[in-house]
């Protein structure tokens, strides 16, 4: 544990199949706030199919899904939202348009839409923009945001009135079906994933999202990235699924 000072503690920190934490260990991640879990291995015969161990990571910021009705409220009837650049699942982009998100406590101004529009508007933020705002949002999955908070949105041409889609997306990996069947994983399983930074973090229920649409990524929210010192574009390692490590991961 002294040379894991170093470069960092993970959190959680897990202890394997014989691992033993001493009083003076336990005292020592308690008092830094890093909670201790335990997992068990993987029988060896379910690690004879090899499978890839790296995911591609994504950095969400703060963003707005729209409904068609609502993009018209904002921007002006007949409006239809304008690209600006691809993102990394296949057909959506961010646009050039861009909201003032209005809580109880605070604003946050220049808070960019993603495209195309969707049946439902969803506002996805931070903790951190959580007080901000002044709006206590819950850790969904997206899409689901039945009892959420709302808040306002203005632009300089119109205002929406949320009454509900306020969230703080829970992490998951975005995968096509071929990508789950080489990761041996379905809709709905889990990822322990571990991130290669001097700030190592250990995310031990990463949730799959399966959709033949959808190509490999690992999305966490800014404040999960500055956690973790990681940035779009680095990989994380795939250490072990639906709560098991895999048996030749070592810390």
Do not use: W
């Amino acid at each position: 544990m002294r040379a894991m000072q170093k470069t960092g503690i993970p959190t959680p920190f897990f202890l394997g199949k014989g691992d033993i934490l001493t009083p003076a260990a336990a005292d020592f991640l308690r008092g830094r706030g890093i909670q201790v879990k335990a997992f068990e291995e993987q029988p060896e015969e379910e690690l004879a199919v090899q499978t890839p161990r790296e995911i591609p990571l994504g950095v969400s910021n703060r963003h707005v899904h729209l409904s068609l009705e609502h993009v018209e409220r904002l921007f002006g009837k007949g409006h239809s939202l304008t690209p600006m650049r691809e993102l990394s699942q296949p057909g959506q982009f961010a646009c050039e348009e861009t909201v003032t998100l209005v809580g109880p406590k605070g604003s946050i101004h220049g808070v960019r839409i993603l495209g195309p529009a969707r049946t439902q508007t969803q506002v996805e933020i931070s903790r951190t923009d959580g007080y901000v705002l002044g709006v206590a949002a819950p850790l969904r999955m997206s899409g689901d945001i039945e009892g959420t908070p709302g808040l306002v949105m203005v632009t300089g041409r119109g205002t929406v009135v949320l009454e509900k889609g306020v969230i703080v997306a829970k992490r998951h990996v975005h995968m096509s079906v071929q990508e789950a069947q080489q990761f041996q994983v379905q809709d709905g399983d889990t990822l322990i994933l571990e991130t290669q930074t001097d700030r190592p973090i250990v995310y031990p229920d990463v949730i799959v999202r399966v959709d033949p649409r959808f190509a490999l990524d690992f999305h966490v929210d800014l404040d999960e990235g500055n956690a973790a010192n990681v940035k779009t574009g680095d990989r994380v390692k795939v250490i072990g699924k639906n709560g098991r490590f895999y048996s030749d991961y070592r810390r």
